[in-house]
């Protein structure tokens, strides 16, 4: 900000006295009858609509700013509303006053890199948003049937057990479930970290990462691991920390939503993040009880599905034809002029389980409404195998149709292997005499598994993955020990990097992995097992 | 005043009885002069409410009251009200049937704020233009809250048309305190 010269000064405010009317103001009120637990009733406010926003400027405080409200319950003869402020400064008498908004969040491309509350605000200390921002409603229908497409362009993850395995498209959602403490943060912070590598492109992804009832210090240091990666240029951060009300935990993912449909709307492509939904969900019991909805299964009220499902259904591949996406249902007037079709709204909801309990009443529920889910386990986890992505309960049930072709071919015997492999696994403990087919079944799934294993935050583009996969798939690594695999990982994408860069971007256009190149890399990988095994 | 159920119902059917019986005016003014009394005496309501004192000891309070002062259908009201140990809420009858006959006889009721106290002359104004813009008759009653400087604001239901200085102010203030400098 520039210093303000005294002329300039007299010159704003004589602007805006000018601007300045002398008609009577006119608005809706009611008054407050009871307030605590971040919930006030209301007496009068009889025209509001539920989901409004109302203020409460009897509650100002020494900086100007006063409470806000959102419109929950329309009783009889009276509002229940839930505060998103501080409710203490709210009393008995004090005045309700309407502001004929919907809850809404202001949206822009000014919102990338930066961390924001689920009203907009940003909290950063960056200062105010900047550039042009539109202000879309939370909570907005999804679109319908005929604006919608199948899932087909590919969402890379950068972690090969996923994009092999359990392959995400864009415009898909899929569940990433687990323990505490199993890295189910960190297989989406992976994937917002990947699409650095398609913001240069026609297509790029961005990324909102919603964190709902988090530490503080946990979102402090996610934002750290994004800007160190260079990914935080193309991320927003909606942030409802545990110490913020039930309603903000509630409406967090919402914003995050609303702000990736402007993406979508806009006929680019997003990624959000909602992490976690089941601490969303406990928000929305502890209001939903406030406000004396019946409690229903483990105390949640009767529509907390509805709750996920309506957020998750926001999620969609949007037809590539703008002249149909343009008719399509629910569009704010604010967006109406900018909408293109072919854009996509990936979701990828982050549930946690008690104990491996997936027959729990949430994790049920999204687990039907998804389209797929990533299994973390707490027991692979703690053998080493991380990502820790039991890959026998994992599925995605669309986003094959979007893999890159010979990562679809080289992944159906990737998934057979693997299967043969858990199931001589278990049945090899007992016995000590197996026969030499047997074996050599295990020697490959031992290696398999160890090919998958995975560090944090460093993401593999699909290319050399899929030359991973090739040298795999050929048996090659049967001839390594199980410790050397990392090693000859490094070593042969350095060489392959160096010899063949150009085949190598080719072969991340295409996606189609041609004789002659696997011929190539079968030689540099014979190679670099010599080298490792004459060494030792 | 936050009415509740019962207290609409005893108010409807004392309204409806008094359409039969073509006496609406004096039950009115009967309703009006209990209600003047409850207001003007707090202990009185105070003493309908404790729930330590025993109803026929309210019944006989409210009997010597009213009885003589009130016509036969609001005096066999008061004994019904008694009976059926709803004496308790007779404020809130009292308050719903003002509202429900207003509603019966197209009246609205408009608050009015001001800084000062109204001049005979612009109270008739007042309520002249307000009939004009809602087409009903209007009943108004002012308050004076020396703290809104100037103008005047009316409430008619839930809806504020506030024209006050104080308001003008506080929008004064948000403008200049929201514009952000470049």
């Known amino acids: 900000m520039s210093q303000v010269r005294p002329d300039e000064v007299s010159a704003i405010l004589r602007k805006q006295l000018s601007g300045f009317d002398n008609e009577a103001d006119i608005y809706d009120v009611g008054t407050v009858l009871e307030v605590g637990d971040g919930i006030a009733r209301v007496y009068g406010l009889s025209k509001v609509q539920a989901g409004e926003l109302v203020e409460l400027p009897d509650s100002k405080d020494e900086n100007g700013d006063f409470v806000t409200g959102m419109v929950l319950n329309l009783e009889e003869d009276n509002v229940g509303i839930v505060l998103f402020g501080a409710s203490d400064a709210v009393e008995e008498g004090h005045i309700v006053k309407r502001t004929k908004d919907i809850a809404s969040i202001n949206v822009g491309e000014g919102l990338l890199g930066r961390v924001i509350d689920p009203l907009g605000v940003p909290i950063d200390g960056d200062g105010a948003i900047s550039g042009k921002t539109i202000r879309l409603p939370l909570e907005r229908k999804a679109p319908g049937v005929i604006y919608r497409e199948p899932v087909k362009e590919p969402l890379q993850t950068g972690l090969k057990a996923i994009d092999s395995l359990i392959p995400i498209g864009r415009g898909q959602r899929e569940l990433i479930i687990g323990d505490r403490q199993t890295g189910k943060t960190s297989v989406a912070i992976d994937t917002i970290i990947n699409q650095k590598a398609t913001q240069g492109t026609e297509k790029p992804v961005y990324c909102i990462y919603v964190a709902v009832g988090q530490k503080g210090s946990t979102i402090a240091n996610i934002r750290k691991v994004l800007e160190e990666n260079g990914a935080m240029e193309y991320t927003t951060i909606v942030a409802a920390p545990a110490s913020v009300s039930a309603p903000m935990r509630y409406i967090g993912p919402f914003a995050g939503a609303a702000i990736g449909e402007y993406f979508r709307d806009t006929g680019r492509h997003a990624l959000v993040i909602y992490d976690d939904l089941s601490k969303q969900a406990v928000a929305y019991r502890e209001l939903s009880l406030l406000l004396k909805r019946p409690p229903g299964r483990e105390a949640y009220p009767g529509d907390v599905f509805y709750l996920h499902s309506r957020l998750l259904e926001r999620a969609a591949k949007i037809i590539n034809d703008d002249k149909v996406a343009q008719a399509m249902n629910n569009i704010p007037d604010t967006l109406k002029s900018q909408v293109k079709g072919g854009g996509s709204l990936t979701a990828l909801p982050v549930i946690e389980t008690q104990a491996g309990d997936v027959s729990a009443y949430i994790p049920t529920n999204v687990i039907s409404i998804t389209d797929g889910q990533i299994f973390l386990d707490t027991d692979l986890f703690n053998q080493g195998i991380r990502p820790a992505i039991d890959v026998g309960t994992s599925v995605s049930r669309v986003g094959g149709s979007a893999q890159v072709k010979s990562m679809k071919k080289l992944s159906g015997t990737l998934k057979l292997d693997l299967a043969q492999y858990r199931e001589l696994e278990a049945f090899a403990k007992f016995g000590s005499d197996l026969d030499a087919s047997t074996q050599a079944q295990l020697r490959k799934g031992e290696r398999t598994v160890e090919l998958l294993k995975q560090g944090v935050y460093q993401p593999l583009p699909v290319e050399r993955q899929i030359a991973l996969l090739k040298i795999n798939d050929e048996g090659l690594l049967d001839k390594l020990a199980v410790e050397q695999i990392g090693d000859f990982e490094s070593q042969f994408l350095e060489t392959i990097g160096i010899k063949y860069a150009s085949e190598m971007s080719k072969l991340a256009e295409t996606g189609t992995l041609d004789d002659a190149f696997g011929k190539n890399l079968i030689e540099v990988a014979t190679s670099v097992i010599g080298q490792i095994t004459s060494t030792n | ?182």
Do not use: C
Not at chain 2, 31 to 53: A, N, W
Not at chain 2, 68 to 76: I, N, S, W, Y
């Open chain 2, 1 to 182: 005043m936050l009415v509740s159920k019962a207290a609409r119902r005893y108010a409807t059917a004392l309204l409806e009885l008094a359409q039969e019986h073509d006496s609406v005016d004096q039950t009115l003014k009967d309703i009006l002069y209990i209600q003047s009394t409850l207001e003007g005496s707090r202990d009185l309501v105070l003493f309908l409410k404790s729930p330590i004192i025993k109803p026929d000891k309210k019944v006989a309070v409210l009997e010597e009251i009213f009885g003589d002062h009130v016509g036969d259908l609001v005096h066999k009201f008061i004994t019904l009200i008694a009976r059926k140990n709803r004496e308790n809420v007779i404020d809130e009858i009292v308050a719903a049937f003002v509202k429900i006959y207003n509603e019966y006889a197209g009246i609205i009721s408009a608050e009015i704020f001001v800084a000062q106290e109204l001049t005979d002359e612009q109270r008739a104004r007042v309520t002249k233009k307000l009939e004009e813009v809602t087409g009903k008759k209007v009943n108004i009653s002012t308050k004076v809250q020396p703290e809104l400087k100037g103008g005047m604001a009316v409430k008619i239901a839930d809806t504020v048309i506030d024209g006050t200085v104080k308001h003008k102010l506080e929008q004064l203030e948000d403008i200049f305190l929201h514009t952000a400098t470049e």
